[in-house]
Structure formats: structure tokens, C-alpha cells
């Protein structure tokens, strides 16, 4: 079943189960985009082999991505030089667009951007990044995602080191009075969703764990089930 929407501003309650395409068959993109008809978003990693040592796709996939897609687009831009290319991402129709605090020039005027073209806006840090550089423009951004592995590649393990991070940015949001969203993208799977709910996320991107599944409905509402769980345990 399709998550339930906020009646006042039509986007998904948490948590939301954002699936990765970059483990879904590229071959067969359609029909892998059918399959997650009862997620909350399609999380679409674009690389440019230049910010990350890997390669996906560019704005005229993504085009034709979001044409086909049953579920909002939530874009995740692994590139060098976002402030020139993300609103581009988000005038093709893309629901929010993710860029990287390490690569932009102007964080906070390219998330206004993004807004102005009616895209929610949303920055991203690796690992290695302090919460602290986001501290004081929290209220910026409409998602938070903090990466729980290296960017770059799909099937790496989940790093449990990056959640006192997320803990603390989500506590620092609510000292400020700001409701983004909190994303986690990396490992997410049932083994790992939990922690990273107790954590504070309500955002989750998981690729192997629902594009492997024999059953991608059932994979998509038991991830689910599972962070609204541990949500309300936390």
C-alpha cells in the first residue's frame, strides 16, 4: 500500500522509503519504476565521475525518468559545480533536489533557487563532514540527508558511526525551531533501518534491500513498518 500523505500540504507522513534506482535493471527502467509504485519517492543518484569515481546519469535520463516515474523524483546530486547544474534538475520536475554542502559555492542561495522553482531543497554531507557546518542554516533546507556511507557506489555497509551525527543535527533542528526532513542514504536495510530511526531519520533511501526483494511491495511496507516501530519507541 501507498504511504499515507499530509492532507494540509500533500507530501508523504513519515517514514517515508525512498528506493534506489541505481539497483534497479537499467535495461528494463520502465518496468523497475512500476515496481515502487507504493514508495514515497524514486531516489535518483546522478554522478558525474568528477565528485565521486562513478558515473550514472545526466539530465536527459532523468527527463525521461521522471515521465514514466509513478512517485515523485527525490534527486540526489553527486556532482562537482551544483550551483550551475542542480535548479536545471529541478525544472525538469524533480520533487526535491539533493546537492552536496562540500560542493557548492552558495549552499543557502542555491536552496532558495530550488525553492523559487518549486523543488524542496536539500543538502547532503559524507560522512566525514560535522554536523556543525549545517548548525546555523538549518532552516534552509526542506531535507537534511546525511550519507551513512561514502558516496560513489550502491552495496556498501551501513557505517552506525554517522548516527550520533544525525542524532545531533536533528536535536539542533528542533533547539531552532526547523523541520526538515532527515534522510539517511546507505545500507539501509532491516538489519539497519531501526537504528537509523531511533537516530531521529524519517527519510530512508534503500536500494539492495528493495530491488533485491522477491516481493518489492512487501520489502518497501516491512521497511516501513519496521522505522515507524523504532520511531515510536525513540
Known amino acids: 500500500m ?3 500523505s499530509d492532507p494540509s500540504t500533500g ?8 528506493p534506489s534506482i541505481l539497483a534497479a535493471d537499467f535495461v528494463n527502467m520502465q518496468a523497475e519504476l ?3 509504485a507504493t514508495a514515497d519517492f524514486a531516489h535518483v543518484d546522478v554522478m558525474d565521475n568528477h565528485f565521486v569515481p562513478n558515473l550514472t546519469f545526466g539530465p536527459q535520463m532523468v527527463e525521461r525518468i521522471q515521465a514514466t516515474c509513478p512517485v515523485p523524483l527525490d534527486v540526489h546530486l553527486m556532482i562537482t559545480g551544483p550551483d550551475r547544474w542542480a535548479p536545471g534538475y529541478a525544472e525538469l520536475g524533480a520533487a526535491s533536489v539533493t546537492f552536496h554542502l562540500e560542493a557548492a559555492a552558495d549552499p ?4 532558495r533557487r530550488l525553492r523559487d522553482i518549486g523543488a524542496r531543497a536539500g543538502v547532503a554531507i559524507k560522512p566525514g563532514t560535522a554536523g556543525e557546518a549545517l548548525y546555523d542554516v538549518l532552516g534552509e533546507f526542506d531535507q537534511i540527508l546525511v550519507m551513512t556511507v561514502e558516496p560513489g557506489f550502491g552495496g556498501q555497509g551501513f557505517m552506525p558511526e554517522t ?18 526532513w532527515f534522510q539517511v542514504d546507505g545500507g539501509i536495510s532491516d538489519a539497519t533501518i531501526e537504528m537509523a530511526a531511533s537516530a531521529g531519520a524519517d527519510t530512508f533511501v534503500a536500494g539492495s534491500a528493495v530491488y533485491g526483494a522477491d516481493d518489492v511491495e512487501a520489502a518497501i511496507m ?4 519496521l522505522a515507524r516501530a523504532a ?4
Open 163 to 180: 548516527m550520533p551525527k544525525l542524532r545531533a543535527l536533528v536535536d539542533e533542528a528542533a533547539r531552532r525551531g526547523a523541520t526538515p
Open 11 to 18: 507530501q508523504p507522513t513519515s517514514p517515508r522509503i525512498n
Open 108 to 111: 543557502v542561495g542555491l536552496a
Open 222 to 225: 516491512r521497511l516501513r513498518d
Open 2 to 4: 501507498p504511504n499515507a
Open 231 to 234: 520511531s515510536l519507541d525513540g
Open 34 to 36: 512500476a515496481r515502487i
